[in-house]
């Protein structure tokens, strides 16, 4: 069974981004102790500016901004756990759109909804396997435990 394991300090800085960006929605890298089918530790968060077209209602994080995050995080010996963003306006789950642009197999994707104020943690399982699924179209979120502490 997979879960995130989320520390207060990092839980409290994304949720306090979120009440500062809204009405749009923020995003970053979250970094520390990877695990593909076990328990992720994340250790720091990375705020990313929101690039998208229309960041109210989408997340979009420059694809060497994200770069520098990696080796940011890599340069401090963490690993890539996975990805956080917020809806302002609900809902508190993955949207079609976050479905559709999810690309990171296995990785945590923590959204923060602030209407209704509700945190959750989703990996992304891809449908590759022996059956000779397509990941790129069916992949899909699965809910996991967000444990803080």
């Known amino acids: 069974m997979t879960a995130l394991i989320l520390p207060a300090s990092v839980r409290d800085a994304i949720v306090d981004r979120a009440r500062e960006g809204s009405p749009e929605e923020i995003c970053g890298v979250l970094g520390g102790e ?13 705020p990313a500016e929101n690039v998208a077209e229309t960041p109210r209602t989408r997340y979009r994080i420059d694809p060497e901004a994200q770069l520098a995050i990696f080796e940011r995080l890599e340069g401090r010996g963490e690993q890539i756990v996975g990805f956080y963003h917020s809806h302002p306006r609900g809902p508190p789950r993955p949207s079609a759109t976050d479905a559709a642009r999810a690309t990171w197999p296995d ?6 909804s602030l209407e209704p104020f509700e945190i959750g943690s989703w990996r992304w399982r891809t449908g590759a396997d022996e059956r000779g699924a397509n990941p790129e179209t069916d992949g899909r979120f699965v809910r996991e435990p967000l444990a803080i502490e």
């Open 34 to 46: 990877y695990a593909p089918d076990d328990w992720s530790r994340v250790r720091s968060q990375y």
């Open 107 to 112: 990785r945590s994707y923590a959204i923060v």
